[in-house]
C-alpha cells in the first residue's frame, strides 16, 4: 500500500477537525475532573439523540455552549478535553435537550451542520455524538449481562458485576474511487437515494481482513469489478454511528473492469469520465457526494479541483 503525496491531498475533512486537546491523562483524574467542572471558564455542551444546540452568526454556525454551573444537574458528563487556552470541555448527555437558551438557538446534528462549525466545534461535537451513542446501547455487560456503569470520564463501561471494561468501539469502513485504464471513475448508486445521487464505493472492513483486502473484495462483490493496486488517502470519524471511513484510491485490473451490480447494496454502477460527470452536474441530472463526506474530497482528487456548481449541494 502506497500513500498519496502531502501535496495531493484533498483539503481539511469536515468532520476530521478539532481545535482540543482530549488531554486522555486526565480521565482518571476524579479530583482533576470535579475542579475541572467547578471552574468558571469551563464549557459544557448539551446533547440528546445526537443533536445539539447551535446559533447562526454573522462569523458562522456555532455550538451553544453553557458554562458548568447553568448546566442541568442531571445527565451523563462526558470530559471531551482542552483547549490552547486551558478551558476545559464537557458534554452532557441526557434524554432531551434542555429549554431553549435564547431565542435564536436550534437543535441540529453532525449531518446538517458538521461541515458549517469551526475546527473546535466540529471536533467536540463528533466526539459526544460517539460517545452518546455508544453509551445508550452498551448499558449490560456482553460477558455476564451485569448492568455497566460510566467510568473513565465517559471513555469506559465497567461491569457492576465481574468489573469487566469496555471500551467505545470504532468500526473500520473503507471508502474508495477506483479507475480503470481509461481514468474514469467508478461511482455507484442505491436504490434509497435521491434520484440522480452516486457515490463512492464504500463497505466494513471484515475480521482477519486487510484494508487493501476490504477494498478490493467490496469492490467486486458490489459491482463485480477486480481492483489492483490501492492508495491510502485519508480518514474521517463517521459517528453514524461509530465508523472511521478510511479513503483509498484503486485502480482497476486491466480487464476486470466489467460492471455486474449486486442489487442489494447497489442498484446500479457505472464508469465516469470528468467531462461526464461535469455535464450531468452542470445539468443537475447527477447529484455529487454530500461536502460533509470523504467521499466528496475522494472524487474531487481525481477530478483534480473542486466539482462545479459545488454550492448548490
Same mark, same amino acid.
Given at each position: 500500500m502506497s500513500t498519496v503525496p502531502e501535496t495531493e491531498r484533498p483539503l481539511p475533512l469536515a468532520l476530521a477537525r478539532s481545535g482540543v486537546d482530549r488531554a486522555a491523562e486526565h480521565r482518571l483524574d476524579e479530583p482533576w475532573l470535579a475542579a475541572a467542572w467547578s471552574h468558571p471558564n469551563t464549557r459544557v455542551l448539551p446533547i440528546a439523540g445526537g443533536e445539539a444546540f447551535v446559533v447562526d452568526t454573522a462569523q458562522g454556525t456555532e455550538l451553544v455552549l453553557m458554562p458548568s454551573f447553568e448546566a442541568p444537574q442531571t445527565g451523563d458528563r462526558y470530559f471531551l478535553g482542552t483547549d490552547q487556552d486551558g478551558v476545559s470541555y464537557f458534554a452532557l448527555a441526557g434524554e432531551s435537550l434542555p429549554? &431553549? @437558551?435564547?431565542?435564536? /438557538? !436550534?437543535? /441540529?446534528? @453532525? &449531518?446538517?451542520?458538521g461541515g458549517l462549525l469551526s475546527d473546535r466545534d466540529a471536533g467536540?461535537?463528533?466526539? /459526544?455524538?460517539?460517545?452518546?451513542?455508544?453509551? !445508550?446501547?452498551?448499558?449490560?455487560?456482553? !460477558?455476564?449481562?451485569? *448492568?455497566?456503569?460510566?467510568?473513565? +470520564?465517559?471513555?469506559?463501561?465497567?461491569?457492576?458485576?465481574?468489573?469487566?471494561?469496555?471500551?467505545?468501539?470504532?468500526? *473500520?469502513a473503507v471508502i474508495m474511487v477506483i479507475t480503470d485504464e481509461r481514468d474514469r471513475c467508478l461511482l455507484g448508486r442505491q436504490a434509497l437515494w435521491p434520484e440522480g445521487r452516486w457515490s463512492t464505493l464504500a463497505g466494513f472492513v471484515e475480521p482477519g481482513e486487510s484494508i487493501e483486502q476490504a477494498v /478490493?473484495?467490496?469492490?467486486?462483490?458490489? +459491482?463485480?469489478?477486480?481492483?489492483?493496486?490501492? !492508495?491510502y488517502v485519508a480518514s474521517q470519524p463517521w459517528p453514524f454511528p461509530s465508523s472511521l471511513m478510511l479513503g483509498f484510491l484503486g485502480r482497476a485490473l486491466p480487464g476486470g473492469t466489467e460492471i455486474t451490480v449486486d442489487g442489494e447494496e447497489l442498484a446500479e454502477a457505472r464508469w465516469f469520465s470528468r467531462e461526464e460527470l461535469r +455535464?450531468?452536474?452542470?445539468?443537475?441530472?447527477?447529484? *455529487? *457526494?454530500?461536502?460533509?463526506?470523504?467521499?466528496?474530497?475522494?472524487?474531487?482528487?481525481?477530478?483534480g479541483e473542486p466539482l462545479p456548481s459545488a454550492a448548490r449541494w
Open positions: 429549554g &431553549r @437558551l435564547d431565542g435564536d /438557538a !436550534r437543535p /441540529a446534528g @453532525l &449531518r446538517e451542520v467536540l461535537l463528533v466526539h /459526544a455524538v460517539a460517545l452518546e451513542h455508544w453509551h !445508550r446501547l452498551h448499558s449490560f455487560c456482553s !460477558r455476564c449481562g451485569h *448492568p455497566t456503569e460510566k467510568a473513565g +470520564a465517559g471513555h469506559v463501561r465497567r461491569c457492576t458485576s465481574c468489573a469487566a471494561e469496555h471500551y467505545p468501539r470504532t468500526d *473500520p /478490493a473484495r467490496e469492490v467486486h462483490e458490489e +459491482a463485480g469489478v477486480k481492483v489492483g493496486e490501492v !492508495r +455535464a450531468g452536474m452542470e445539468a443537475g441530472e447527477i447529484l *455529487p *457526494p454530500s461536502g460533509i463526506s470523504i467521499a466528496r474530497h475522494l472524487v474531487e482528487l481525481w477530478y
